[in-house]
């Protein structure tokens, strides 16, 4: 039975490094990435909002990935969040739901999205 502080699921070092290896790769490899948990209310409305603006999007649901609570680790390890959604466009770290909500209210959401060749054609 572990302490308090160890690892826990988390796994060890090697499989914390090898889960970010993973990560980095599907960032660099689509234009949005969005690391999710399927019940979390929070990256449902994320999902949405990138839906309604026509994103191409990528969905990594942690609580359904074999891997999913090293991948959440490394996150936390690579960009100082541990909480989902943990949104990157662009290969580009944006944060989570209300970043990523604040972002399209100052009306940046979109452009960035394109940018990213995120969106087939822009959102009205």
């Given at each position: 039975?572990?302490?308090i502080?160890?690892?826990?699921?988390?796994?060890?070092?090697?499989?914390?490094?090898m889960?970010?290896?993973?990560a980095?790769?599907?960032v660099?490899?689509?234009?949005?990435?969005?690391?999710?948990?399927?019940?979390?209310?929070?990256?449902?409305?994320?999902?949405?909002l990138?839906?309604?603006?026509?994103?191409?999007?990528?969905?990594?649901?942690?609580?359904?990935?074999?891997?999913?609570?090293q991948?959440q680790?490394?996150?936390?390890?690579?960009?100082g969040?541990?909480?989902?959604?943990?949104?990157?466009?662009?290969?580009?770290?944006?944060?989570?739901?209300?970043t990523?909500?604040?972002?399209?209210g100052?009306?940046?959401?979109?452009?960035?999205?394109?940018?990213?060749?995120?969106?087939?054609?822009?959102?009205?």
């Amino acid at each position: 039975m572990g302490g308090i502080f160890s690892s826990g699921r988390q796994g060890d070092p090697e499989e914390i490094r090898m889960a970010l290896q993973k990560a980095q790769e599907i960032v660099a490899n689509e234009p949005v990435v969005v690391f999710s948990k399927t019940y979390c209310p929070y990256c449902t409305r994320a999902k949405k909002l990138l839906t309604l603006l026509g994103a191409r999007f990528k969905v990594i649901e942690l609580d359904k990935e074999n891997d999913g609570s090293q991948v959440q680790a490394a996150l936390a390890e690579l960009t100082g969040q541990r909480t989902v959604p943990n949104v990157f466009i662009g290969g580009k770290h944006i944060g989570g739901c209300d970043t990523l909500t604040e972002i399209h209210g100052e009306g940046k959401l979109v452009p960035l999205l394109t940018e990213s060749d995120a969106l087939v054609s822009p959102a009205a």
